[in-house]
């Protein structure tokens, strides 16, 4: 309507695009922002890939997530954020990660599979020069190992600032995939006597091990023992 | 010495090359066969990256390995299959395999970090097309799943083999890296009343869980409770 100023909700999903609509199986495929956004805040690692002399490179890095932006960081030197500085508009990439839930025994080799969860983002990484969006990066990388663990460390000094170089990928072509549920066998299958089943993953943390020259009187931090 | 047939003994290291030396950290690069092979195995996704239309594209997949080859496995109509079945001689590749074994907290923000494991295989992805080759290669991907299942479980009957993609990647030009240990922060950070160390990530396996039609009288195998 002319004269009023109605804002457009933010979008909950991400728009599917021909790289991000998958050939196959596309019933796992999401484009849900919250679902994406769960999985990236689950994952440890992701895995970049880039080209390089028409090759393609796929290295494991950690990253941070500010809402619709992921950041890796890395030294100034590494290979993917040096081409990333050199490059105009930016450094072509994709950025995937998966956590594994379940495994999947079916009583047929060809069912065999396992339940997951995977977040594949294709774009532009741009290298992130200003000082402020930098800091920020490098929070969300601290807080993605432990939420809560910026506030509680030093910040990087301008030597480490320098030494450090920081890109990111906005979250816009963006897919979700995933696996859940039990065994998909053939019903013909059914009376084979091969066990069949799900077995879960399990996930956690065991007792943290203090560095040998805390400063005295330094507890183990609530968001560690909150784990 | 002339007129004696000695073998050359394998080499138990893979050569490095331009790709696999990496630009830092290099006192944290191996290329030692055997801690290669055993981080594959331990290891239950890949990372597969691939070029398409000049931009990078990795996904998560299952993979087997027998000796010295990797065997990823799919549907006939997915992307990197069908590409690496008109690709002469091969599609390029990179698959990368990566376990994180703990967090590291580190009085510096600078200075946090994960323990890792990780494998990254450069080479050209070859469609298999022998069917004993292909039999043995879908054996390990189950055996990967769970060591000891392909033996227990029907194998693949003609219909599905037609439908199921393998393409093979030989362990040529591959590197192992890793980040074990404990904190590295500056001895000028030593005094910050900052709680730092290790917190040690914990994998296991819930209890498998029996699907709802399993033929009466079928138990838990002994390679699923030994694990």
Redesign the interface.
């Known amino acids: 309507m002319q004269g009023t100023t109605a804002t457009t909700p933010e979008p909950t999903a991400y728009a599917p695009t021909d790289?991000t609509v998958p050939?196959?199986s596309a019933d796992r495929a999401s484009y849900d922002k919250d679902l994406v956004h769960s999985i990236l805040d689950e994952g440890?690692?992701c895995?970049?890939?880039?080209?390089?002399d028409?090759?393609?490179?796929?290295?494991?890095t950690?990253y941070g997530r500010v809402g619709e932006r992921l950041y890796v960081h890395?030294?100034t030197?590494?290979?993917p954020l040096r081409m990333t500085g050199q490059a105009d508009p930016g450094l072509?990439?994709?950025?995937?990660v998966?956590l594994?839930d379940?495994?999947?025994?079916?009583?047929?080799?060809?069912h065999?599979?396992?339940n997951?969860r995977?977040v594949?983002v294709?774009g532009l990484a741009h290298d992130v020069t200003d000082p402020e969006e930098k800091r920020l990066a490098?929070?969300a990388?601290?807080d993605h190992?432990?939420p809560g663990?910026?506030q509680?460390?030093?910040?990087?000094?301008k030597k480490?600032l320098a030494a450090?170089a920081v890109i990111r990928l906005d979250l816009d072509e963006v897919s979700a995939k995933l696996r859940t549920g039990?065994?998909n066998?053939e019903p013909e299958?059914?009376?084979?006597?091969?066990?069949?089943?799900?077995?879960?993953?399990?996930?956690?943390?065991?007792?943290?091990?203090?560095?040998?020259?805390?400063?005295p009187g330094?507890?183990?931090?609530g968001y560690?023992t909150a784990?």
């Open positions: 790289r050939t196959r440890y690692v895995h970049l890939g880039f080209v390089r028409g090759a393609p490179v796929v290295l494991p950690l890395g030294s030197g590494s290979r072509p990439v994709c950025l995937t998966t594994v379940a495994l999947i025994l079916a009583r047929s080799a060809f065999h599979s396992i997951y995977s594949v294709h490098l929070d990388l601290v190992v432990v663990r910026a509680d460390s030093r910040p990087a000094n480490e450090t039990g065994v066998d299958d059914l009376a084979l006597p091969h066990w069949a089943g799900v077995l879960p993953l399990r996930k956690g943390y065991g007792s943290p091990v203090a560095d040998g020259d805390l400063a330094t507890e183990v931090p560690l784990l």
